[in-house]
C-alpha cells in the first residue's frame, strides 16, 4: 500500500546500486539470506497528475506564476481586513482563470490517462509455470519470459533469449522510437537460442547482470551467466541484444525474450522526459512589464496614503461632523491604520495588473500553432509530411532570429547518395552505366587503350555460369586482385540489412541465400541506416560483387555470380568519436581479415601500406567536387595475432564498468597497421530551393552558419553551390592550426585583413581542431572575427562541437536570437542548446524531430516560417501584451484620480461587477480575435519583400520606446474619459428632462462607458486585416456592454446584497447630453491617433507601411520587375523603377511574366538599401534567370 502510495504521489525510490540482477522466469537463488531487487512495474504513465495529487499540484504550478500569486495575496488582504471593494472582484477573475487553465489541464491529463490505459490494459503472453499465460501488459515481472508474435510491437525492454530460427536471431523496425525504417538484426547468445518452446525454457538457468535504465536508445551493457551442462558461461550483452519497447517484430514468427526493464524504466519511457523550458523574448519583456506596472501600482497605493494623512491633518477633514470616529478607531495604533489604508488603496488600485493577460497569451500561442499544422505551402506532398509545432511556447521567436545554425547533410542535401567516384590503389575511377572507367576514359574505350582493364572474355573464363539467367547485368572492368579486394571490403564491412519481395524466404526453415540462387538479384532491396552505406553496397552489386544476405554468423556476396560465404567474427561498432567502423572476418581460404571505413582523418593516420599519398590526393579531388569521402583499408591477421584480438574484445565486452572506455581502447589496438585500398566519393544532391531561402534570409537580415562533420573541401564546394558562400566572398580560413598561439595569430591576421581589406562580404572557414583551439583561450577574438563574416562554415564538427558554437552566440554580449535546424541524432545538442529549434523530417531518423520545437519536411519552408509565420506571430502578441497593459492603465487611472474628489477615502469609482468582468468579457474577445488573425502585410509581400523582417528584429516592437507610448497614451485616454465625464456633471448640472441630477453611479457609468467603447475601437484602428470574426467581436463586445447593462441595472436581482446599479445605466442612456459627452470624449481620444497615423504614413513611412497598399498579384509583379532590374554586371536601376511602379497599376510587364515562370526568388531593395555593385551574389542572375528574363 505504501509503495502504491507513494508511486501516485510521484515519488520513486532511488535505485541503490549502479548494476541490476535479473533472474530468468524469477528463479532466485534457494539460499535464505538471498533479498530480490524491487523494480517498477510495467505501467507507462504518461499523465502528469492522478486524482489524489490533481489539485495540489496544479494550484502550486498555477501559483508559481507571478500574476496568480499576486492577485491571490490581493483576495487575502480583501477577506482579512476592510477594504472599499468586494472580494468578489479579485476572487472570481482569479478562480475564472484558475478554473479555465486546470480544467484545460485536466482535460489534456485525462486523454494521456486513457491513452495510458489502453496500453497498459493490452494482452501479452508470458512463461509461467511451465505454460504460456494470456495476462495484460501492466502486469509483466522485470523477469518474465515474454513471447512476441510477428508484426506486435514489446511491451517491455526484452534481451532477446530466442526466436523461430535456429541461429537466433530477429529483425525489428524502430520507426515508434527514431523514425528508422531500415530493419535491423538482433541476436541471442548461442546457449538460449536453443530454447525455441516453453518447455525448454523452463529448463533454462540463467541471470542477466546489466546496468541501471537510462534514456540512451543506443547504449546497453551487460552480460548473461549461463549455466550449461552444470558450468557457468558468461557472455556480453550490447545493443544488439535488447529489444526495445516500442519497437516492432518483422519477418519473424515469434521471439522469447526476458524483460529488463519495465513501465517507466525501460528507454521508451525515459525519453519522455521534458526538454529544458525554453522562454522566448517577448515572455521576458512581459515580466518585465509585469514588475514596472507593479512598481506603478505601489506608487499610486503610497501617494494615495500619504495624501490622506496630509488631507486629514486639518481637523475638518479628519473627523467631520457627519463621520464621527468611533472609540475603536480612535485607539487604533497609527502604524496599523498607515498600514490598513495602504492595503486598501492596493486592493483599489490592484486591477492595473493584468491577471487574463497570462491565459490570453497561452489560448493565443496555442491556437495560433494550428496555422503551421495547416499551411499548406510547408506540407510536402512527396513524403505526404507536414509542418508540426511540438512547443507553441516560442511562436513570436520565430520573427526575431538573428542567426541560423544549419547541418548540411540532409538538411541542405536530400541524403540521397549516388556513388559517383572511387580512387583504388592510387587510380582513379567512375562509375558509367554500371562499370568502372578510369579516368580519362570512356565507357566505349578500345581494349588496347586500357591495360589495366580485364576485359569481358577473361572475365567470362575465371567464372563459368550455370545458367543464362544468372549472368550479371553488366560486367565490369576491374582487375581481379586489389580492385577486386576493394569491393570485397565494401560488400562485407557495413551493417545492410537486405528485404525481399519473397518474405516466405526468411521463414526458419527456408535459405535467406535462396534468392540469389534463383531470383535476379534486382529483387533485392537493401536497407541502412545510413545512406552512404546503402550507396556503397548498391553501387559494388552493379559493378558485380552482390552483398546477398546474411544468416547467423555468416555473411554471402556473389562475385559475378560465384558465391562466396565469410564468417562474422567481429562488429567494431560506428562511433561518432572513432568515426570509422570495422568488421573482422574469416574468408573462404580460412585467413583473418579486418575491413574498416571511415572519414580519411580517421583511417589515414593509422595506416601504414597502400597508396596513402595518392589515396590523400584523390580524396581532396573528390572533396572539391562536392562529394562525400570514405577511406577504405583493410588488415590481415597472423593466428598469433587474431588470439591477441580475440581476448582483449572479450574481455572489453564483458566488462560491466566502464565499457565504452575498455572498447575504444580494444578498437583503437586492432584498427591499427592497416593497408588503404582506397576510397570514394557519394554525391549528395542539394535540396529544391536551397540557394533561394539562404539568400531570402540574408536579405531578411539573417546570418547562417553551415555546421557540418564533412571534410572541409566538400562543406567549402557544397556552400559554394547552394549559395551559403559566393563566388565573389573573400573567404577567410581557419585551419589545422596546432597551438594556442598559431591559433591566436592566424584569428589576429583573419582580423587586420577584414579591417584593411574593401571586400564588401567575407565568409569564415573553420574546423573542428581549430574551433576547440580558438573556443579555449579566444573567445572574444574569434566572436570578432564571426561576426563581421556575413557567413560562417565549420566542418569537421563533433555534435557536443555544434552546441558550444550555438551557446557562444547565445550568450555573446549583443545576446542574438538564435535558431538550429538539423535532422540527425548528431544534431539534437544544437537544436535543444538554441533559442529555437527546427527538426527537419529527413531519413536520419526522428531524434532531431522529437526534441525540436518545430518539425518541417525541407530546408526551403524554413524561408516562409520565419519570414511570414514568424512576423505575424511577432506582431500579434507584440500588440496584445502592451494592448492589455494600455486598457488596464485606461482603466484604473481614473479610479486614482477620483480619490482627490472624495478626500481619499478609498470610495470606488465603479461598481464591483463593471471591475470583475471588465478583463473577462467586455475587453478580451476583440484582442484574442486580433492576436489570432492579423497581418500586418500579405502574406506574399513578406515573401517576395524579406526585408520588412528587419523592421521587426531586436524586439524592436516591445522596445522602452513603444512601451513608454502605449503606457502614456493609456494616461492620457484616461485623463480624458475621467475629466470630460467631470466638465459635463461636475458643476451639480441637470441633464434630465425632469431636472433630476445625476450621482455618484451615474458619473462612474459614464466613464467605464466612455472607456469600453474606446479602447475596443482603439483596437479597430490598430486592425489591418478583418474577418467576419473580427467584426463580429469588435462590435459584438461594444453591443454586449450595453444589453449587460440594461438587464443588470434594468432588474431587481434578489441574489444581491446590495444594487446600487439599480436604473442607473438607464437614467443615463435617456439623456441626449449623455449621448453627446460619450461620441465627444471618444472623439478627442481617438482623433489624435487618426493624425499621428496619417501624418507618419505620408511622411514617414516605414518600408512595412510602404508594403501594406501591394496586394498579392501586385507583389508578385513587383517581385518580376526586381529580377528584371538586376543586370549581369551589378548596374542599379531597380531601386527607382520598383519606386515608379509602386505608383502606378503594378501590373508585370510581359517579360515578368516570362520570369514569374522561372521560379526563382523574389528579391527587394528599398530605395535607401545599400547597394554593392562587387556582391554579385545576391544582385546577379544565374544564367538560367538571364535567359528567361
Known amino acids: 500500500m505504501l509503495r502504491w502510495l507513494r508511486q501516485q504521489l510521484g515519488f520513486d525510490p532511488p535505485h541503490q546500486s549502479d548494476t541490476r540482477t535479473v533472474y530468468v522466469a524469477n528463479r532466485f537463488p534457494q539460499h535464505g539470506h538471498y533479498i530480490p531487487q524491487r523494480f517498477a512495474d510495467n505501467r507507462i504513465i504518461s499523465s502528469k497528475y492522478t486524482i489524489w495529487n490533481f489539485v495540489p499540484k496544479n494550484l502550486f504550478e498555477q501559483f508559481r506564476r507571478i500574476a496568480n500569486f499576486y492577485f491571490l495575496i490581493i483576495f487575502l488582504v480583501q477577506l482579512m481586513i476592510d477594504t472599499p471593494t468586494s472580494p468578489v472582484t479579485s476572487g472570481l477573475p482569479l ?28 494482452p501479452v503472453f508470458v512463461v509461467r509455470s511451465g505454460s504460456l499465460v494470456q495476462t495484460r501488459s501492466k502486469n509483466i515481472r522485470v523477469g518474465d519470459i515474454v513471447r512476441v508474435a510477428k508484426d506486435e510491437t514489446f511491451p517491455a525492454d526484452l534481451v532477446l533469449l530466442s526466436s523461430e530460427r535456429c541461429d537466433g536471431t530477429c529483425h525489428i523496425t524502430t520507426t515508434s522510437l527514431d523514425g528508422e525504417t531500415n530493419l535491423k538484426t538482433h541476436y541471442s547468445v548461442a546457449e538460449t537460442a536453443v530454447c525455441q518452446s516453453v518447455s525448454q525454457l523452463e529448463t533454462l538457468q540463467a541471470v542477466v547482470e546489466c546496468q541501471q535504465p537510462e534514456a540512451d536508445l543506443y547504449r546497453f551493457v551487460g552480460r548473461m551467466t549461463v549455466t550449461h551442462h552444470g558450468e557457468d558461461v558468461v557472455r556480453p550483452l550490447g545493443p544488439e541484444n535488447l529489444l526495445l519497447r516500442g519497437a516492432r517484430l518483422k519477418n519473424t514468427k515469434e521471439i522469447f525474450g526476458v524483460a529488463v526493464y519495465t513501465g517507466m524504466e525501460s528507454k521508451m519511457a525515459l525519453n519522455y522526459k521534458c526538454k529544458s523550458q525554453k522562454r522566448s523574448a517577448v515572455e521576458k519583456s512581459m515580466n518585465t512589464f509585469l514588475i514596472i506596472y507593479l512598481g506603478i501600482l505601489l506608487l499610486e497605493a503610497v501617494l494615495s496614503t500619504i495624501l490622506k494623512y496630509a488631507w486629514q491633518a486639518e481637523d475638518k477633514w479628519d473627523e467631520p461632523f457627519y463621520n464621527q470616529k468611533t472609540d475603536q478607531e480612535k485607539n487604533s495604533s497609527p502604524i496599523l491604520k498607515f498600514i490598513s489604508d495602504f492595503l486598501a488603496f492596493l486592493v ?127 560486367l565490369p572492368n576491374i582487375q581481379d586482385g586489389e580492385e577486386l579486394l576493394f569491393f570485397q571490403a565494401v560488400s562485407l564491412c557495413h551493417t545492410v540489412q537486405i528485404s525481399y519481395d519473397q518474405p516466405d524466404c526468411l521463414s526458419g526453415a527456408g535459405d535467406p541465400f535462396c534468392h540469389v540462387n534463383g531470383f535476379s538479384a534486382n529483387e533485392m532491396e537493401y536497407y541502412a541506416s545510413s545512406p552512404d552505406e546503402k550507396a556503397l553496397v548498391e553501387a559494388a552489386k ?279 535546424v538539423g535532422d540527425g541524432a548528431n544534431d539534437v545538442s544544437m537544436i535543444q542548446e538554441a533559442h529555437v529549434g527546427i527538426g527537419i523530417m529527413g531519413k536520419e531518423g526522428r531524434q532531431a524531430v522529437r526534441n525540436s520545437d518545430y518539425a518541417i519536411a525541407r530546408f526551403r519552408f524554413l524561408a516562409k516560417l520565419l519570414l511570414v509565420h514568424g512576423h505575424f506571430y511577432y506582431i500579434r502578441i507584440a500588440t496584445l501584451v502592451q494592448y492589455f497593459f494600455y486598457k488596464n492603465v485606461c482603466f484604473i487611472t481614473p479610479q486614482f484620480l477620483y480619490q482627490f474628489f472624495c478626500l481619499f477615502s478609498q470610495q470606488t469609482l465603479y461598481d464591483s461587477v463593471y471591475l470583475t468582468l471588465y478583463n473577462i468579457c467586455f475587453t478580451s474577445l476583440p484582442i484574442l480575435v486580433y492576436s489570432l488573425f492579423e497581418q500586418l502585410v500579405h502574406p506574399h509581400v513578406l515573401q517576395s519583400k524579406p526585408v520588412l523582417y528587419r523592421d521587426i528584429s531586436r524586439n524592436s516592437l516591445l522596445s522602452v520606446r513603444t512601451f513608454l507610448y502605449w503606457t502614456l497614451l493609456g494616461f ?56 467576419w470574426m473580427n467584426h463580429f467581436v469588435t462590435w459584438g463586445s461594444i453591443a454586449f456592454y450595453f444589453i449587460f447593462s440594461l438587464f443588470y441595472g434594468g432588474i431587481i436581482w434578489p441574489f444581491l446584497h446590495t444594487q446600487d446599479m439599480y436604473f442607473v445605466f438607464v437614467q443615463l442612456l435617456s439623456s441626449g447630453s449623455a449621448w453627446f459627452a460619450i461620441i465627444l470624449i471618444v472623439a478627442t481620444c481617438l482623433f489624435p491617433d487618426v493624425v499621428k ?48 511602379l509602386e505608383q502606378m497599376s503594378g501590373r508585370c510587364p510581359p517579360a515578368g511574366d516570362r520570369c514569374e515562370s522561372s521560379g526563382r526568388s523574389n528579391r527587394s531593395w528599398a530605395d535607401g538599401d545599400n547597394f554593392y555593385s562587387n556582391d554579385r551574389s545576391v544582385l546577379t542572375l544565374s544564367p538560367i534567370e538571364v535567359a528567361h528574363c
Not at 491565459?359 to 509542418?387: C, N, P, R
Not at 580485364?454 to 549472368?471: E, M, S
Not at 581502447?665 to 586492432?670: H, R
Not at 509583379?1117 to 520598383?1138: D, F, I, K
Request: glycine residues 6%; neutral net charge; contains cysteine.
Open 348 to 474: 483599489l488600485y490592484n486591477f492595473i495588473i493584468p491577471i487574463s493577460l497570462y491565459v490570453t497569451v497561452e489560448m493565443q500561442k496555442f491556437l495560433g500553432s494550428f496555422f503551421i499544422g495547416w499551411d499548406l505551402d510547408l506540407y510536402h506532398k512527396e513524403s505526404d509530411q507536414k509542418a508540426q509545432v511540438n512547443t507553441s511556447d516560442l511562436n513570436e521567436e520565430l520573427g526575431q532570429v538573428e542567426y541560423v545554425f544549419t547541418d548540411k547533410t540532409g538538411t541542405l542535401t536530400e541524403n540521397e547518395m549516388q556513388f559517383r567516384e572511387c580512387s583504388i590503389n592510387g587510380i582513379k575511377y567512375r562509375e558509367v552505366n554500371g562499370k568502372l572507367v578510369p579516368e580519362g576514359r570512356t565507357d566505349d574505350s578500345p581494349d588496347g587503350s586500357a591495360p589495366n582493364l580485364v576485359i569481358l572474355a577473361r572475365v567470362l573464363v575465371n567464372f563459368k555460369y550455370k545458367c543464362a539467367h544468372c549472368l550479371p547485368p553488366a
Open 542 to 820: 552493379r559493378i558485380g560483387v552482390a552483398f546477398t544476405g546474411i544468416r547467423g554468423d555468416t555473411m554471402e556476396i556473389k562475385t559475378f555470380g560465384k558465391a562466396e560465404k565469410y564468417k562474422l567474427l567481429h562488429v567494431l561498432e560506428f562511433d561518432a568519436n572513432r568515426r570509422r567502423m570495422s568488421v573482422i572476418l574469416e574468408t573462404p581460404a580460412g585467413g583473418k581479415v579486418l575491413f574498416t571505413k571511415g572519414a580519411e582523418s580517421s583511417v589515414l593516420p593509422f595506416a601504414t601500406s597502400g597508396e596513402i599519398e595518392k589515396t590523400r590526393i584523390h580524396i581532396d579531388e573528390f572533396a572539391l567536387r562536392g562529394l562525400r569521402t570514405l577511406v577504405v583499408a583493410c588488415r590481415h591477421f597472423i593466428p598469433e595475432d587474431y588470439v591477441e584480438v580475440e581476448r582483449i574484445l572479450n574481455s572489453a565486452r564483458t566488462a560491466l564498468q566502464q565499457r565504452e572506455e575498455r572498447l575504444q581502447q580494444a578498437f583503437g589496438e586492432i584498427e591499427k597497421n592497416l593497408k588503404v585500398l582506397g576510397a570514394t566519393g557519394v554525391e549528395d544532391k542539394l535540396q529544391e530551393k536551397v540557394q533561394e531561402t539562404i539568400e531570402a534570409l540574408r536579405l531578411a537580415g539573417i546570418k547562417v552558419w553551415v555546421l557540418t562533420g564533412d571534410k572541409h573541401e566538400t562543406a567549402v564546394s557544397v556552400s559554394l553551390s547552394c549559395g551559403h558562400f559566393h563566388r565573389t566572398m573573400n573567404i577567410l580560413e581557419l585551419l589545422q592550426q596546432r597551438s594556442d598561439n598559431e591559433c591566436a595569430e592566424q584569428l589576429r591576421r583573419l582580423a587586420r585583413r577584414i579591417k584593411e581589406d574593401h571586400v564588401i562580404q567575407h565568409g569564415l572557414v573553420v574546423d573542428g581542431a581549430s574551433l576547440s583551439l580558438a573556443l579555449r583561450e579566444h573567445e572574444k577574438l574569434f566572436m570578432e572575427v564571426s561576426k563581421k563574416c556575413s557567413a560562417v562554415l565549420c566542418c569537421r564538427m563533433a555534435p557536443l562541437q555544434k552546441a558550444k558554437v550555438v551557446r557562444l552566440l547565445k550568450t555573446s554580449p549583443e545576446k542574438p536570437i538564435t535558431l538550429a
Open 1093 to 1140: 497615423k496619417v501624418f507618419y504614413r505620408h511622411l514617414r513611412p516605414t518600408s512595412t507601411q510602404k508594403s501594406q497598399s501591394l496586394s498579392a498579384p501586385q507583389a508578385k509583379a513587383l517581385s518580376c520587375v526586381e529580377s528584371l532590374c538586376c543586370y549581369q554586371h551589378g548596374q542599379s536601376g531597380c531601386s527607382r523603377l520598383v519606386g515608379l
Open 95 to 122: 478562480f475564472f482563470v484558475i478554473t479555465v487553465t486546470a480544467i484545460k489541464q485536466g482535460y489534456e491529463d485525462w486523454l494521456r490517462h486513457k491513452a495510458d490505459n489502453e496500453v497498459n490494459g493490452a
Open 972 to 1027: 492620457c485616454h484616461a485623463f480624458v474619459f475621467f475629466f470630460g465625464s467631470y466638465i459635463l456633471m461636475g458643476e451639480d448640472t441637470s441633464l434630465l428632462g425632469n431636472g433630476q441630477m445625476f450621482g455618484n453611479w451615474t458619473f462612474g457609468t459614464l466613464v467605464f462607458t466612455v472607456m469600453v467603447i474606446t479602447v475596443t475601437l482603439k483596437l479597430a484602428l490598430e486592425t489591418h486585416f478583418w474577418t
